[in-house]
C-alpha cells in the first residue's frame, strides 16, 4: 500500500522519535549527558571490535544503533490506549508481547508499540513501552472511584492529533505537510506538563494506594518517562556514569556479562525529584514536588527460543534464590558473581547456542554459496563447509523481570507492594481494540524465510 502522495509510516516514526528525543534531551538533561557517553562508548566498541562491526555493517544493522532508543508511558484508561495504538500504527508501531507487571507489585499491564518488518527495523527500530494502570488491583473503592473520575475527565491528545489519525486511517496515509503537523500535534501527549490536575490532598491519598497511581492520575496527559539509547557495552557505560555526575541503580538488569549477549541488559538512574504545583483550594497553586522521570540504557543480544527462554529463566531465577539483589545495592557484587556462576549452564558460543536451539538466527549465502551452482546439501553441512553463514537475531522486545526491576528502582525502593498475580491479557486486548503480536512466532517466521532464501544451497529435505 506505498502511495507516493504520502510518507512512509517508517519516516514519520524517525522524525517523531528524533523530536521526541529533542524535546526530553531539554526536559532531562541528564537524558542528553547519556546519550554523549553511550555514542562514546559505542564508538570505542566498535574500534576495539572490527569484527563485531563488520558483522553489523553486513546485516545492514550499524546504521541503526546510534539512533536507537525506546520510550516508556503510563495510560490511565482503555480509551487512551487504543487511540495511542492508532496514533502509533500511523507511525508503522504495532503492539507486541504482553506483560503483566502485577506479579512484581506494579499495578499495570503492558504491551510495547515497535515495527515489525525487518526493513522497518533497519530504518528505524524505535519502540515505546506502553503501560495501562490497572484500577481493578486498587483495593480502596473509594479512591478508585475518584481515580477513574478523574480520568475519565482528561484528553490526553490534541484534536489536530486526532482528526490526523482518522485522516491517515480514512485515507491510507498521511502527505508531507500533514506527516509534520502529526508529528508535533502527537508529541503534545508526551510532553511534561508541571501543573497537576488534582489537589495537593488527592494527590497524597493516591501516592499512598501506589506511587505509580499518582504518577498516571495527577497530570493532564502520559509524560514519556525515560528514553533509553542503546549501547553496545552496557558495563562500560555503567562505571563511566559517576564520572559523569550520574548515580546508576545498584545492578544491571538481566543476564550477566558475557561474550555472546543474549536477550536484554538494562540499568537506569534514579528518577529527579521534579517541582510540581497542585491545584489549591481558591484557585492559588500550591507548590509541591513529583518523582517519576528517570534514564535508562540497554545493551540488546540475540533472540532466544521457548527452550532458550526456558533456560534464562530458570538460571535467572536459580540466581535470585541464592541471592537476591538488595535495592541499596549492599550485595550487589555477591549478585553478579551468583549470576556469572549460575549462568555458566548456559553456552556462550554463537554456533553452540544455535545448535542447542536455544536462539534464533538469520542464515545468509557466503560468497563461495553464491558461487556454488548446483550442490546441494542439508543446512547443518553447508554451514560446516562454509556455504551458509548465520548471525544471531536482535532481542527487539522486554523483559518482565528486568521491567519490573526498573520500575521499582524509580518507583523509589518503598514502593513494592504484594498484588495478588493477574495476568489478563483478554482484558489488555479488549481494551487495545487488537490482539498483541506473539514475539516468538514472529522470530521463528523471520529465521524460516533467511533459510528459504539460501535454498539454491541448501536442501530442507536432506537432514
Ligand atoms: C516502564 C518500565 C519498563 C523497560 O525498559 O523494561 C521499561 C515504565 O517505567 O513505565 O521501560
Ligand atoms: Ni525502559
Redesign the pocket.
Known sequence: MTNARFVSPDEIRSAFSAAMSAMYRDEVPAYGTLMSLVAQVNEETLANDPALKERLAATDSLARISEER?G???LGTPAELAMMRRAFAVMGMFPVGYYDLSTAGVPVHSTAFRPIEDESLKRNPFRV?T?LLRLDLIADEQLRAEAAAVLAERRIFTDGAISLVEKAESEGGLTEPDARKFVAEVLETFRWHDRAIVSADMYKRLHDAHRLIADVVSFKGPHI??L?PRTLDIDSVQDRMPAHGIAPKAVVEGPPTRKCPILLR?TSFKALEEPVSFIGEDGEWKKGSHTARFG?I?QRGLALTPKGRGLYDKLLNDTRALVRPAADGSNSAEYVAALAQVFQAFPDDWNEIRKAGLGYFRYSLTAKGEAAAGYKTDLETAIAEGFVQFDPIVYED??PV??AG??QS?LGDDATQEFTASPNQVMFERDLGASVLDEFAHYAAIERASIEACLSVVDLAMA
Open positions: 525506546h516508556a508511558i503510563r513501552f503501560s518517562n525515560h533509553t538494562q535508562e540497554e522486554f523483559l528486568s521491567a526498573i520500575f524509580n
